[in-house]
């Protein structure tokens, strides 16, 4: 309570009386979605790549590997590069993760790199309900994370970069080492993906008087009102 707005996290029950009134929706509000090995600790056939995630070399030289000496959550961060200067590192892709078309969601990443001129991307594969690639989206490319952690982030969906039409599920991307220019290798930690959900403007969506629960114009009850 700020003196005048009530924020509530959970749900409401309304047991009876008149004395609440004009329930306003404000903002947004985030929900994670599942992904499998997000923070890379799992290896259960030690071959260097983590569990649930799929690798592809850019080059027969390109390398990947867990690397317990820097992370920023758990034990273990994911390190991709490759050692000639001329030949690009390769990417990793996660699960499938099903979506919903028209939802606005944050995709996130930890992420370093040996050198101020190593690049990364950070995206998504998109997919088909049919299994088919129907395109390759990405909130981050060919940037320059730098040689100390930091958090890249950006969203997919409206308001932010629009995924192809037909895509009902995708893969999280993770390139490391782009550029060819140097050698170089980028470390991923800590992946993340919420939705973001519409809460409104600050409308009256719901008032309570002697005549009971009235819902207003915006025509929604959010986050879980009874």
């Known amino acids: 309570w700020d003196g005048s707005r009530l924020s509530v996290e959970g749900s409401i029950r309304v047991t009876g009386g008149s004395g609440l009134s004009n329930f306003q929706d404000y903002g947004n509000i985030a929900q994670a979605v599942g992904i499998e090995n997000p923070n890379f600790e799992l290896d259960t056939d030690n071959d260097g790549i983590p569990d649930r995630w799929i690798w592809h070399r850019y080059a027969n030289n390109s390398t990947i590997s867990l690397d317990t000496t820097t992370r920023v959550s758990g034990t273990k961060s994911v390190k991709i590069g490759n050692p000639t200067a001329a030949n690009r590192g390769g990417y990793l892709l996660s699960q499938l993760i099903p979506i919903e078309p028209g939802s606005t969601y944050t995709l996130s990443c930890w992420m370093k790199a040996d050198s101020d001129t190593t690049t990364a991307w950070l995206g998504v594969q998109a997919v088909s309900s049919g299994g088919s690639t129907v395109g390759w989206r990405y909130v981050a490319a060919d940037i320059r994370p ?52 519409y809460l409104g403007s600050g409308k009256n969506v719901v008032s309570i008087d002697s005549s009971g629960l009235n819902v207003g114009s915006a025509g929604r009850i959010c986050g879980g009102a009874s």
């Not at 009902?168 to 140097?182: E, F, M």
């Not at 290798?185 to 993340?192: G, H, L, N, Q, S």
């Open 146 to 197: 730098g040689t100390t952690w930091r958090e890249v982030s950006g969203l997919l969906g409206p308001g932010g970069v629009e995924l192809p039409e037909g895509t009902t599920q995708i893969r999280i991307c993770l390139i490391g080492k782009y550029n060819t220019n140097a050698p170089g290798y980028v470390w991923f930690d800590a992946v993340k993906l919420t939705k973001t959900s």
